[in-house]
């Protein structure tokens, strides 16, 4: 079963006619609708998962599920949305696609990027400073650690970024430039510096002269440490001279360190009739605990929107993407997580919270989704990806809470690591978050990705399982309503042992959904930590 999600029907000021907005993965279609709903339930039909009402069309969001895979135009679209019984009079409106592609921090225009091997740390065979800039200067934004141990380069970042500009950005791994005192600030401004100064210098740049305070700085690695910074000065040529829109590939790399895997993607939107793109660059395998920022994340767009907005939309993405991932619970002293918008997309300025601004937080959203999964997959000697959705919280804030209580929770990560479906612990972890629920009324199910995106969603194939005579595959129920139920240890076990796992948590509290991601806890993770600064 596939589901069209994100079926949503507003007012529209103008004529105050029912405006449509149809997801289906990343497509979206709009169109004006007029209508129905006759309350059937045909065998073999389309339905709607949302109560079905005689009233007319109305506001919010309605799911519809098809045993069909794609929706592969609109004629079919319309003809799913006849099958359900809603009468189109109209359907006016383009195709809009969101759509991700390749190129990392370099997708959108005028962003180009490289790295370098400066030999910062001995041993490292692979780059390890990377360099990001934008033709001109840029809208910018960031969010950074709460941990109140903060390095270098986090200081001299979150002052630069008050301003609300910013136009390249500089990263060394090996050495995060934390507890450092005085030196390391000033090895931060000299490298921010370098940077200045090799930017200006290049012949025939586009860019010109770069203002030295519009270089940002990011280190990673050993805490307690000096930067060898003039290692990173005599290689600020080389880092230059290579930018291109190709150099991505070398920057995802030159800001990894415990990394197996490099992280990035892009995404396309469309905003004001303008083609907008979005791409993103992370780090981040252990000492994962976000709370404002990531390990370090770094995100372009030639989107055409204010620092003010900028700003705000970043703030609200992550409370629902990167801030809902735990790796092994430590908050980093230099999480750091900086957006960049330069405009040369041609759309009209966000200066305000209106359509356009909803449209560019869509896309963000899905960036950062993507984003925040592949740190939590790829934790220190992970094997598993632990997705955990709470459902019926009394807020989206408490859902949210409780779902990272869960996948923070150490003796979680082991039971998943060691295919142990000792519910248990999942109780227990809710109980001391510090939010408000109902054990009494606590349901918990385990379940295998494809069985939940077959559904559509984790919420989905619970409905799905719970209309089915027989328990289905990849989805098992461990606990009903704070008490043990009678399972399949052996199914648990098969269900356990995928590379991702969903763990669904039901309360009967309120209607609010949240998500957190997370890994187990593996014997890796301790040998890759026992040695880290040796």
């Given at each position: 079963m596939?589901v069209?999600?994100?079926f949503?029907?507003r007012k529209t000021?103008k004529n105050e ?12 279609y709009?169109?004006v609708a007029?209508?129905k709903?006759?309350?059937?339930e045909?065998?073999g039909e ?9 009233g007319?069309l ?6 519809f599920?098809s045993?069909?895979?794609e929706l592969h135009?609109?004629?079919y679209?319309l ?5 359900t019984?809603i009468?189109?009079?109209?359907f006016y409106?383009e ?9 990392g921090v370099?997708?959108p ?6 790295g370098?091997?400066a ?5 490292r ?9 934008s033709?001109?200067p840029?809208?910018a934004?960031g969010?950074?650690?709460k941990?109140?141990a903060?390095?270098e380069?986090?200081?001299?970042d979150?002052?630069?970024?008050s301003?609300r500009r ?11 430039n934390?507890g ?11 490298t921010?510096?370098a940077?200045a100064?090799g930017?200006s210098s290049?012949?025939g740049?586009?860019w ?7 270089v ?8 307690g440490q ?5 290692k990173?000065?005599?290689h600020i ?5 290579g930018l291109?829109k190709?150099?991505h590939?070398?920057?995802r790399?030159?800001i990894?360190?415990t990394d ?14 303008k083609?907008v ?5 992370a780090?981040?395998?252990?000492m994962i605990h ?9 995100i372009t ?6 620092g ?9 993405s ?6 809902c991932?735990s ?9 750091t ?5 330069n405009?040369?997309a041609?759309n009209k300025?966000?200066t ?6 909803k449209?560019f937080?869509?896309?963000?959203n899905?960036l950062?989704t ?10 220190e ?9 709470v459902k ?13 209580s869960?996948?923070?929770?150490s003796l979680?990560?082991a039971?998943?690591?060691?295919k142990?479906?000792?519910w248990?612990r999942i109780?227990?972890a809710?109980?001391y ?7 009494e009324?606590t349901?918990?199910?385990?379940m ?5 995106e077959?559904?559509?969603c ?8 719970a209309a089915a ?5 990849g989805f098992?129920k461990v ?22 796992v ?5 309360l009967e509290?309120?209607d609010?959904?949240?998500?957190a991601w997370?890994?187990?806890?593996t014997?890796?993770?301790?040998k890759?930590?026992?040695?880290y600064?040796?």
């Amino acid at each position: 079963m596939r589901v069209f999600e994100s079926f949503r029907v507003r007012k529209t000021r103008k004529n105050e006619k029912n405006l449509l907005f149809l997801h289906a993965g990343t497509r979206r279609y709009a169109g004006v609708a007029f209508g129905k709903f006759d309350g059937r339930e045909a065998a073999g039909e389309p339905s709607v998962s949302e109560p079905r009402n005689t009233g007319k069309l109305s506001s919010g969001t309605h799911r519809f599920l098809s045993t069909e895979p794609e929706l592969h135009n609109i004629a079919y679209l319309l003809q799913i949305l006849y099958n359900t019984c809603i009468f189109i009079r109209a359907f006016y409106m383009e195709c809009i696609i969101m759509q991700f592609i390749d190129g990392g921090v370099t997708a959108p225009k005028g962003f180009l990027a490289n790295g370098v091997l400066a030999g910062i740390k001995a041993g490292r065979t692979k780059e390890d400073t990377a360099l990001f800039v934008s033709e001109k200067p840029c809208a910018a934004a960031g969010v950074f650690t709460k941990n109140r141990a903060q390095a270098e380069p986090v200081k001299l970042d979150r002052l630069r970024l008050s301003r609300r500009r910013a136009q390249a950005v500089i990263i060394n791994t090996g050495y995060a430039n934390a507890g450092t005192g005085e030196q390391g600030a000033c090895n931060a401004v000299r490298t921010a510096h370098a940077a200045a100064v090799g930017l200006s210098s290049a012949d025939g740049a586009p860019w010109g002269k770069i203002d030295e305070d519009d270089v940002l700085v990011c280190s990673t690695g050993v805490i307690g440490q000096q930067v060898p910074v003039e290692k990173i000065e005599a290689h600020i040529d080389e880092l230059v001279k290579g930018l291109s829109k190709e150099g991505h590939e070398k920057a995802r790399v030159g800001i990894m360190t415990t990394d197996t895997k490099y992280k990035e993607c892009a995404v396309q939107t469309e905003i004001g009739g303008k083609t907008v793109t979005l791409g993103t660059m992370a780090k981040g395998s252990g000492m994962i605990h976000i709370n404002l920022g990531t390990m370090l994340g770094f995100i372009t767009t030639d989107c055409a929107i204010s620092g003010e907005m900028l700003d705000a939309a970043l703030r609200e993405s992550i409370e629902g993407t990167y801030n809902c991932v735990s790796v092994d619970g430590d908050t980093s002293t230099n999480d750091t997580l900086i957006i960049m918008a330069n405009g040369l997309a041609g759309n009209k300025e966000i200066t305000a919270k209106d359509d356009d601004y909803k449209a560019f937080l869509e896309a963000l959203n899905a960036l950062n989704t993507q984003m925040a999964r592949k740190i939590a997959g790829d934790g220190e000697g992970a094997t598993h990806l632990l997705e955990c959705t709470v459902k019926g919280a009394t807020s989206v804030e408490s859902a949210r809470k409780l779902a990272k209580s869960v996948i923070s929770s150490s003796l979680v990560k082991a039971a998943f690591f060691g295919k142990d479906a000792n519910w248990g612990r999942i109780l227990c972890a809710l109980g001391y978050s510090g939010e408000i629920f109902t054990p009494e009324k606590t349901s918990l199910y385990f379940m295998t990705a494809g069985f939940a995106e077959e559904a559509g969603c984790p919420l989905c194939a619970a409905k799905k399982a719970a209309a089915a005579e027989k328990e289905p595959e990849g989805f098992i129920k461990v606990c009903d309503h704070g008490v043990p139920v009678a399972f399949d240890e052996e199914k648990a076990k098969i269900i356990m042992s995928e590379h991702e796992v969903k763990i669904l948590v039901v309360l009967e509290d309120g209607d609010a959904v949240g998500k957190a991601w997370g890994c187990d806890l593996t014997y890796e993770y301790v040998k890759i930590n026992g040695d880290y600064r040796t």
